[in-house]
Each structure stands twice: as structure tokens, then as C-alpha cells.
């Protein structure tokens, strides 16, 4: 998991240090990747919990229920986080006033807060 967030600042630090904007430009930028990465998570999410029920509903032994029902929970916890996630994501956004293309949003602006 380490070599695998490592190499996400890795890929990541060049689009960042080519950015060379504000903090708002940053984060600008990794509001509109969630746009693009959480919606595929969210898919891959329900794909593993339909996958876990029709495991469940087919198989024949106990062994293969008891992954079925383990696959169902945990694509609904996956689900759980992934949209809470999402969820945090629009509050950071909507309380700093930053749109996605990386400007300050007009909420923003007529609070003074740019």
C-alpha cells in the first residue's frame, strides 16, 4: 500500500509543480481527477458487491456463501467510504469557495474570501 501511494506522488508532483498557481489551482486540479476517479471507483464498488450477491444467491456450500456474503459487505462498505469521501471532497470545496477548474468560485468572491 506504501509503494502504491508513493508512486501517486510520484506520478502526481509533476502536474503539481507544473500547476505553479495558487493553492486554489491545486486543488482545483484534485477536484476535477475525483470527478473523473470517483465515479469509476464507485462503479468497480457496485460491479464487487452485485458479484458478491450473485455468489451468494448461486452458490451451493456454506464455504462459498460465507465469501459471497463477505464480498456483499464489503462492497457496501467500499460504497460507504467512497461516497462519504465524495461527500467530504464538496464540503472542503463548497467552504473554501473552490470551483473545480481551479479558480475561486463566485460564493467566494462576494464573501471576500479570494
Do not use: C, H
Not at 11 to 18: G, H, N, Q, R, T
Not at 44 to 71: N, P
Amino acid at each position: 500500500m506504501k509503494k502504491i501511494i508513493a508512486l501517486g506522488f510520484v506520478v502526481a508532483a509533476p502536474f503539481l509543480a507544473s500547476a505553479a498557481g495558487t493553492i486554489g489551482d491545486i486543488i482545483g486540479m484534485f477536484i476535477t481527477w475525483l470527478g473523473w476517479i470517483v465515479p469509476a471507483l464507485i462503479t468497480l464498488a457496485i460491479g464487487y458487491f452485485i458479484w458478491g450477491v450473485i455468489q451468494f444467491m448461486s452458490a451451493s456450500d456454506e464455504e462459498a456463501k460465507k465469501l459471497g456474503r463477505t464480498r456483499i459487505i464489503n462492497g457496501l462498505i467500499g460504497l460507504f467510504v467512497i461516497v462519504a469521501f465524495w461527500g467530504i471532497i464538496a464540503v472542503v470545496q463548497r467552504t473554501f469557495g473552490v470551483t473545480s477548474n481551479g479558480g475561486v468560485g463566485a460564493d467566494a468572491i462576494i464573501k471576500g474570501n479570494y
